[in-house]
C-alpha cells in the first residue's frame, strides 16, 4: 500500500483510525479538537472505505462541556478569501455580519486565538446552563455532523 501513488496522494499509507488521532492531539495538548472537512474516499483497496478528515486544534483552557452564557460572535468578514463566510469546524458557520450563538469555549477560543482580529465576542451575559453545540438541523456539508470533536 506503501507504493501506490493514489494512496499516498489521498494521505492514506499510514493512515490513522480517527479516535487515535484525537487521543495523540490531546496527548499532545490540543485539549480541543474540530474537525473542518470530511469526505468519503472512495473505495480503493478491497472494500475498504476511507474517510478523509481534517482537524483543528485549540491549546487553550476550557470549560469541560459546552456552557451558555448568553454570547455571539460576529464575523467581521475581514479574513483574506472568506469575505462571505467562515467555519470554525463543521458545526460552526459563522456568516459575515451575522450574529451567531456560542458557548463560551467558542467564544475563548476565538479571543484567544488568532481569530480575535476577525471576530466580535459579546461579553457573558449570566451563566446559563448547558448550551447545545451540536450542529443545526441544517445538513448542508459545511454543517455536517461532527464525530470524535470535543465541545461542538
Same mark, same amino acid.
Given at each position: 500500500?506503501r507504493?501506490?501513488?493514489?494512496?499516498?496522494?489521498?494521505?492514506?499509507?499510514?493512515? #490513522?483510525?480517527?479516535?487515535? $488521532?484525537?487521543?495523540?492531539?490531546?496527548?499532545?495538548?490540543?485539549?480541543? *479538537?474540530?474537525?473542518?472537512? %470530511?469526505?468519503?474516499v472512495?473505495e480503493?483497496?478491497?472494500s475498504?472505505?476511507?474517510?478523509s478528515?481534517?482537524?483543528r486544534?485549540?491549546?487553550?483552557?476550557?470549560?469541560?462541556?459546552c456552557?451558555d452564557?448568553?454570547?455571539?460572535?460576529?464575523?467581521?468578514?475581514?479574513?483574506?478569501?472568506?469575505?462571505d463566510?467562515?467555519?470554525? #469546524?463543521?458545526?460552526?458557520? $459563522?456568516?459575515?455580519?451575522?450574529?451567531?450563538?456560542?458557548?463560551?469555549? *467558542?467564544?475563548?477560543?476565538i %479571543?484567544q486565538?488568532?481569530?480575535?482580529?476577525?471576530?466580535?465576542?459579546?461579553?457573558?451575559?449570566?451563566?446559563?446552563?448547558?448550551?447545545?453545540c451540536?450542529?443545526?438541523?441544517?445538513?448542508?456539508?459545511?454543517?455536517?455532523?461532527?464525530?470524535?470533536g470535543?465541545?461542538?
Amino acid at each position: 500500500m506503501r507504493n501506490d501513488p493514489t494512496l499516498y496522494s489521498e494521505c492514506l499509507t499510514g493512515a #490513522d483510525y480517527e479516535g487515535d $488521532f484525537v487521543r495523540r492531539m490531546r496527548a499532545a495538548g490540543f485539549n480541543d *479538537t474540530r474537525q473542518t472537512s %470530511r469526505r468519503a474516499v472512495k473505495e480503493i483497496v478491497d472494500s475498504i472505505h476511507f474517510t478523509s478528515v481534517t482537524f483543528r486544534g485549540f491549546k487553550i483552557g476550557l470549560e469541560e462541556r459546552c456552557e451558555d452564557y448568553g454570547q455571539v460572535a460576529v464575523y467581521r468578514g475581514n479574513m483574506p478569501g472568506k469575505a462571505d463566510v467562515y467555519s470554525l #469546524d463543521l458545526g460552526h458557520v $459563522f456568516p459575515a455580519g451575522k450574529a451567531v450563538r456560542v458557548c463560551k469555549n *467558542t467564544a475563548d477560543i476565538i %479571543r484567544q486565538s488568532r481569530l480575535n482580529e476577525f471576530f466580535h465576542v459579546s461579553d457573558e451575559i449570566a451563566h446559563l446552563g448547558l448550551f447545545d453545540c451540536s450542529p443545526s438541523s441544517d445538513t448542508s456539508s459545511e454543517t455536517s455532523a461532527i464525530s470524535g470533536g470535543s465541545c461542538c
